[in-house]
């Protein structure tokens, strides 16, 4: 997957969660507005972080800015199984988007695991 799938792919992924968390919000309870607030705030990090690291000026910044996207896409993870364990969205609901928040993940650390192995460009 190149660059530029990957930033469709990440912002695709904040879309999703942003319908989610709208669909929340119309639940009103206090728990699903926080916890709703919390998920937008790291599924949408991801793209931008994403972003940030393709326009990086050195491999330093390019590294930090996916660690950032690997923690992000981690915490979309917790508050995806939070919103189950609390009942406010049924599984079913989110079994896509928590494994595409997963598939994220792994991808950007086999991202940066990569960098990290391969020779410095002079």
Same mark, same amino acid.
């Given at each position: 997957?190149?660059?530029?799938?990957?930033?469709?792919?990440?912002?695709?992924?904040?879309?999703?969660?942003?319908?989610?968390?709208?669909?929340?919000?119309?639940?009103?309870?206090?728990?699903?507005? *926080?916890?709703?607030?919390? %998920?937008?705030?790291? $599924?949408?990090?991801?793209?931008?972080?994403?972003? @940030? &690291?393709?326009? =990086?000026?050195?491999?330093?910044?390019?590294?930090?800015?996916?660690?950032?996207?690997?923690?992000?896409?981690?915490?979309?993870?917790?508050?995806?199984?939070?919103?189950?364990?609390?009942?406010?969205?049924?599984? *079913?609901?989110?079994?896509? %988007?928590?494994?595409? $928040?997963?598939?994220?993940?792994?991808?950007?650390? @086999? &991202?940066?695991? =990569?960098?990290?192995?391969?020779?410095?460009?002079?």
């Amino acid at each position: 997957m190149d660059k530029e799938e990957m930033m469709k792919r990440t912002a695709h992924f904040g879309l999703r969660v942003v319908n989610l968390c709208l669909a929340l919000e119309q639940e009103g309870s206090m728990s699903a507005r *926080v916890l709703g607030k919390q %998920l937008l705030r790291c $599924a949408t990090s991801i793209g931008a972080n994403y972003r @940030a &690291a393709c326009h =990086a000026g050195n491999r330093a910044d390019f590294l930090a800015k996916l660690k950032i996207c690997e923690q992000e896409a981690d915490e979309c993870e917790y508050w995806l199984e939070l919103l189950v364990q609390a009942d406010l969205v049924s599984e *079913v609901k989110v079994r896509n %988007l928590r494994a595409e $928040a997963h598939e994220l993940a792994c991808i950007i650390a @086999a &991202a940066a695991k =990569a960098t990290r192995t391969t020779a410095p460009s002079s």
